[in-house]
């Protein structure tokens, strides 16, 4: 049995269009009938991203005495920055989203033809 990325399918067109023709074919896109579900994606793509780029900048921290430190703050930091990085994309983000969401309908609109 094996297990199936969800993620598996993105961007397989845009990718088949670069290789060019390979011994596999992958799996074509699915088109989404729901604009807002492409807009969701980029914008937890966004989130992600910010996170992952805050995450040096805390790990760079020093944090001790009486209230800090330990294998606890070192496990919920990274969930902290995580949601950091949500909510400055929800704030409007780096305008990442923007351009993700565009690159995401346009290669469900080239799957389609």
């Given at each position: ?9 993105f961007g397989t067109a845009a990718l088949n269009a670069a290789t060019g023709p390979s011994q596999r074919s ?88």
């Amino acid at each position: 049995m094996t297990a199936t990325n969800p993620l598996s399918s993105f961007g397989t067109a845009a990718l088949n269009a670069a290789t060019g023709p390979s011994q596999r074919s992958l799996p074509a896109l699915r088109p989404t009938s729901d604009p807002a579900a492409a807009d969701r994606a980029a914008r937890e793509f966004e989130g992600m991203m910010i996170g992952q780029m805050l995450q040096p900048m805390f790990k760079s921290l020093k944090t001790g005495g009486m209230f800090g430190g330990g294998h606890a703050e070192e496990t919920f930091r990274d969930l902290l920055v995580d949601e950091y990085g949500k909510k400055v994309a929800e704030a409007g983000g780096l305008g990442i989203a923007a351009m993700v969401r565009r690159e995401i309908l346009k290669a469900q609109e080239a799957a389609r033809s």
